[in-house]
T-cell receptor, first 113, second 115 residues
Framework: DTEVTQTPKHLVMGMTNKKSLKCEQH?????MYWYKQKAKKPPELMFV???????INESVPSRFSPECPNSSLLNLHLHALQPEDSALYLC????????????FGDGTRLSIL | KNQVEQSPQSLIILEGKNCTLQ??????????LRWYKQDTGRGPVSLTI?????NTKSNGRYTATLDADTKQSSLHITASQLSDSASYIC??????????????FGKGTKLSVKP
């Protein structure tokens, strides 16, 4: 079991649906991340939260909306997604600075119909 | 341009054998280099992190080396096991301070260990 928990594990949604991905960690990490990973590709950074504030947005389309309600939780709200958004969405957490590893969850496998 | 290149793309070895994976990078300013293992359908798991001053670091049967002069790193796996079958990703962190969003990922080496 990983220390970063993501729900749901799988999600199938239509292009007009609204859904949310959730991520939780209890390691006291104050930095949390969303990555998108396509098959046979490395993860691509989407968003970074540092001390519950959005610090990096890698020019992600507005149909993806992140939220960090508190230091343990990270959400990714989805609306009007496109078929090309189908991917594995990974959440990670770490200490904000220094040479500490990022701890990844096992991801949410998202399929857009 | 900041880049991380890994070789080989894929590798098949027999159980019990050793293997070495390579990572070359052109990243500046360099902060640290990480190796991750990613099993199919799972998130990446950190194996090692090395800063500029570290030449080698071990984690069980995994040993990573770093040559900051030539900007090369290797991951050596000893006495491979079937459970070592996974993708191994080399990640270099840029030294801009602040949050750890400045990571450059390699494309990974897919290792298959056969009985």
């Amino acid at each position: 079991d990983t220390e970063v928990t993501q729900t749901p594990k799988h999600l199938v949604m239509g292009m007009t649906n609204k859904k949310s991905l959730k991520c939780e960690q209890h390691m006291g990490h104050r930095a949390m991340y969303w990555y998108k990973q396509k098959a046979k590709k490395p993860p691509e950074l989407m968003f970074v939260y540092s001390y519950e504030k959005l610090s990096i947005n890698e020019s992600v389309p507005s149909r993806f909306s992140p939220e960090c309600p508190n230091s343990s939780l990270l959400n990714l709200h989805l609306h009007a997604l496109q078929p090309e958004d189908s991917a594995l969405y990974l959440c990670a957490s770490s200490h904000p600075q220094g040479s500490q590893p990022q701890h990844f969850g096992d991801g949410t496998r998202l399929s857009i119909l | 341009k900041n880049q991380v290149e890994q070789s080989p793309q894929s590798l098949i070895i027999l159980e019990g054998k050793n293997c070495t994976l390579q990572c070359n990078y052109t990243v500046s300013p360099f902060s640290n280099l990480r190796w991750y293992k990613q099993d199919t359908g799972r998130g990446p798991v950190s194996l090692t992190i090395m800063t500029f001053s570290e030449n080698t670091k071990s984690n069980g049967r995994y040993t990573a080396t770093l040559d900051a002069d030539t900007k090369q790193s290797s991951l050596h796996i000893t006495a491979s096991q079937l459970s070592d079958s996974a993708s191994y990703i080399c990640v270099v962190s840029l030294n801009y301070g602040g949050s750890q969003g400045n990571l450059i990922f390699g494309k990974g080496t897919k290792l298959s260990v056969k009985p």
